[in-house]
């Protein structure tokens, strides 16, 4: 006993100790389910998981030949580039005029943090109620303007950008207020003698507080990223994909496929499998990026 604990006495070994649970959480909730995801990819497996076909990469196949999983793929794209340019730059500008630490401030930083404590659900619901084409309160209020019944949530080409705006909404906040916190840790010198050269608030943005923060940027970037290409809930609340699957994005897709009446584990899987290899391109390009600049 006395010559395990000396073992576990030096701080390099101890920190395993405190490390274990959240590693143990990690291998049952993500290590396992990614494992098995990739094994079920070369099966062809239904929901009960009561027989198992090897297929092998016949998957893959179909699913590159699947109109409905290229149009996932597009809707997806579409989606982040419409949401994470005006996350990841808007949250920036909102953040640079709520950095000083007053009461008006404060108040806008709990704000703007709201939505972001609220239940995905919660605020699909809240959304869908406010747009609804009869008894929504937009709708109603532009329609008492003159302006016509507009169905936000069920006319193609616009509902795509209705939804990224509600995904934009809930989670603009925790990207402002990691922001400020990067930017209250810009030293205060550097403005003071910007401001004695006659840098005005804007040259001290571009040329102070914006290279200050590049790695809190390429942060927001690469998670706001890798979030935007996973949209599931907000879509699956307010629209589940509609009108006509323009804004099923794909695990949306992958969802219905693996949980539907006609449901294919093995083929949901290797859509997913799909779409982490995506993923992890995007992220890897990112962070070599990232450290190229730096």
Same mark, same amino acid.
């Given at each position: ?23 143990? =959480?990690?291998?049952?909730?993500? +290590?396992?389910? =990614? ?129 990224? /705006?509600?995904? =934009? ?12 916190? #990067? ?22 943005? /571009? ?13 927001? =970037? ?37 949980? @539907?009446? #006609? ?8 859509? @997913?499998?799909?779409?982490? !290899?995506?993923?992890? !391109?995007?992220? +890897? ?10």
């Amino acid at each position: 006993m006395k010559a395990i604990m000396r073992y576990w006495n030096k701080p390099s070994r101890c920190a395993y100790v405190f490390l274990m649970p959240s590693i143990i =959480l990690l291998i049952m909730f993500n +290590v396992l389910p =990614l494992a098995a995801a990739f094994g079920l990819s070369l099966f062809d497996v239904p929901i009960t998981m009561n027989s198992a076909k090897f297929v092998g990469l016949a998957n893959f196949t179909e699913a590159f030949h699947d109109d409905r999983f290229l149009n996932s793929l597009k809707v997806t794209a579409v989606f982040t580039l419409i949401e994470v340019p005006f996350q990841v730059i808007g949250a920036l500008v909102i953040a640079s005029f709520i950095t000083k630490n007053n009461f008006r401030n404060k108040l806008l930083r709990a704000i703007y943090f709201l939505p972001v404590i609220c239940s995905a659900t919660a605020v699909g619901i809240m959304w869908k109620m406010i747009l609804h084409s009869n008894i929504g309160f937009i709708t109603a209020t532009l329609q008492s303007m003159g302006l016509g019944k507009i169905n936000f949530l069920n006319t193609p080409g616009l509902t795509i950008f209705v939804v990224s /705006f509600i995904s =934009l909404w809930r989670s603009f906040g925790i990207s402002a207020i990691i922001y400020v916190t #990067a930017i209250q840790q810009v030293s205060a010198s550097l403005y003071e003698a910007a401001e004695m050269d006659g840098a005005g608030k804007v040259k001290q943005f /571009f040329h102070i507080t914006a290279p200050s923060i590049r790695p809190t940027f390429w942060y927001i =970037l690469m998670t706001r990223f890798a979030g935007a290409l996973q949209i599931f809930d907000i879509i699956y609340i307010t629209t589940n994909g509609g009108p006509n699957y323009t804004t099923e994005s794909t695990v949306t897709y992958i969802y219905s496929r693996a949980f @539907s009446s #006609a449901s294919s584990m093995g083929y949901a899987s290797a859509m @997913s499998v799909i779409l982490f !290899v995506i993923i992890m !391109v995007v992220t +890897v390009f990112m962070y070599r990026r990232m450290n190229r600049e730096e």
